[in-house]
């Protein structure tokens, strides 16, 4: 029996043999292995050189200059870095922050966390499509606000936010410093952190063909300052101490420079994601949770209405690799908040389905998806019978 | 979330599915979409013997499998208040984690339900 078709390119995506293939020169005895602080010898000049190439590399793929990439775990860590980094430097001009419900976890954990040590956060909720206007933010802002965060693509739903408007209302503030949850955008739409205007900017590899482990934090160099959250050899200039992981960085690297390709491709995309939703549609009783014009070409998804989601997900499992949502919301198995926060009722957020197409995606993988969900969602209604709309 | 083997067969291959019509036939349902599980019973009784089940169910696969296999097993069994095995035995048997034992019940009022009109009323 062949693998599920995989389509849950926005939980992760596999790495492109290329970047494979980099990182593994990285690794071994005759190739780059050495520490890139090591500047006593060749084997961590070159480590240092390559680090600095793929720096080079991530900065211009989304419009910022080298310095002010800051190498991180990943974009969780790049989140954290940022909000408690600002939080605590500005604690003394301000102690409110401003983000949105449909935020990923990543967000909004750290500022409940800081809600419990005694900052003020304003949670703002989208319109039913997913979109935060600026003027909520504008409305939103207080004196001693420090903070906006504001994610660029949504991960559920793929909705993409006006980053450049709620910049300038941030810069009209004057104090309050924009973050940008970025670990969705890149290869999917254009990032160009310098037009944007934001002051920070979280990015992650594993969603574009890079591996898992790493990211960044764009800093901007325009007056934006963080406290450090760890401590230990003062690399990236003291922001994020510890050995930089030669392999990672350049994977990377060489993955945002590859992901040009998927620009490209986004009109095959989106011809992939209509011809699903055609089908989809086709079976009476399905919502599309976002409007295509706001959302990116590689998301979709979807709510069934008499179905159940746990049901649901078990009954495609063989037939095709989806979520419910994000990835750790499926492991928590708790209903979208993010549909919850547009407005859907707990049911029908529970039966959603987000489906993630991307490189390797062809129109077969599309066809056998909606025979799949068709099968399930049909045999399930049967199964709750016509009752199942009046219970 | 995991499932059994058995859970996955049941879900995936349930039969007894639909309703029972004509004489002799009691219904009973509990549950709601809201509660995230409903169940619905047609049980065939004919001299307080269950000739025939049938089974509805919305809800998740454990829901779903666990009905399955109570409408199959029932019938040729005794009229009784109690389902064909108790709620903890159909737990054991189908892994029911524990934060799912309230479909169980469900599943068990759903039961009682429809044998409520099919035994003799005492007093």
């Not at chain 1, 790493?214 to 934006?224: D, E, F, H, Q, T």
């Not at chain 1, 994601?273 to 009476?284: F, I, M, N, Q």
């Not at chain 1, 957020?349 to 993988?365: A, V």
Request: proline share 3%; glycine share 10%.
């Amino acid at each position: 029996m062949s693998r599920p078709v995989y389509l849950d390119y926005a939980a992760t995506t596999p790495v492109d043999p290329r970047v494979a293939a980099a990182m593994a020169n990285c690794l071994a005895v005759n190739g780059e292995f050495g520490n890139p602080a090591s500047a006593s010898h060749d084997y961590g000049e070159a480590a240092s050189a390559l680090i600095e190439t793929a720096r080079t590399q991530v900065a211009a793929r989304v419009g910022a200059i080298p310095q002010e990439v800051v190498w991180t775990s990943g974009a969780t860590e790049a989140d954290n870095l940022a909000i408690f980094g600002v939080a605590h430097y500005y604690r003394d001009q301000g102690r409110h922050i401003v983000t949105a419900r449909t935020e990923h976890r990543a967000v909004l954990d750290p500022c409940r966390e800081l809600e419990r040590r005694g900052w003020r956060v304003t949670y703002l909720s989208p319109d039913s499509s997913g979109v935060i206007d600026a003027s909520q933010v504008a409305g939103a802002l207080q004196a001693d606000t420090v903070l906006v965060s504001v994610m660029h693509v949504n991960n559920e739903i793929g909705t993409i936010q006006d980053i450049a408007a709620i910049a300038r209302v941030c810069a009209a503030h004057g104090g309050a410093k924009l973050h940008v949850d970025a670990a969705q955008s890149v290869g999917k739409c254009t990032v160009d952190f310098a037009a944007a205007g934001a002051a920070l900017m979280s990015l992650s590899a594993h969603k574009v063909y890079g591996p898992k482990g790493v990211g960044a934090l764009l800093v901007s160099r325009r007056g934006v300052q963080l406290s450090a959250l760890q401590f230990g050899g003062g690399q990236e200039r003291g922001l994020r101490s510890g050995t930089l992981a030669t392999h990672q960085a350049v994977g990377m690297g060489l993955a945002f420079e590859l992901a040009n390709d998927a620009e490209v491709d986004a009109q095959r995309l989106s011809a992939l994601r209509e011809r699903l939703w055609r089908g989809l549609a086709a079976l009476g009783g399905a919502v599309r949770n976002g409007r295509a014009e706001h959302c990116v070409p590689q998301l979709l998804n979807v709510s069934f209405e008499g179905v159940e989601g746990e049901s649901l997900l078990a009954d495609v499992r063989p037939h095709i690799a989806v979520s419910t949502g994000a990835a750790c919301s499926s492991i928590s198995g708790e209903p979208s908040y993010v549909l919850r926060a547009l407005g859907h009722d707990e049911r029908l957020s529970e039966s959603s389905l987000r489906f993630g197409f991307g490189r390797f995606t062809s129109e077969s993988d599309i066809d056998r998806a909606i025979a799949a969900v068709a099968q399930a969602v049909l045999r399930l209604r049967s199964l709750s019978g016509s009752c199942s709309t009046a219970i | 979330m995991q499932y059994s083997d058995l859970t996955l067969r049941y879900f995936r291959t349930a039969s007894a599915v639909g309703e029972l019509s004509g004489p002799g036939v009691f219904r009973g349902a509990a549950g709601s979409r809201a509660q995230g599980a409903w169940v619905q019973f047609d049980l065939a009784v004919s001299a307080g013997v269950i000739q025939a089940a049938r089974f509805r169910a919305f809800g998740c696969p454990h829901t779903i499998a666990v009905s399955a296999w109570v409408a199959e097993h029932a019938a040729g069994g005794a009229a009784l208040a109690a389902l064909p095995e108790s709620v903890a035995e159909l737990s054991g048997r189908f892994a029911v984690p524990t934060e799912k034992r309230g479909r169980l019940l469900i599943i068990e009022d759903a039961w009682l339900a429809a044998m409520t009109g099919a035994l003799p009323q005492s007093g």
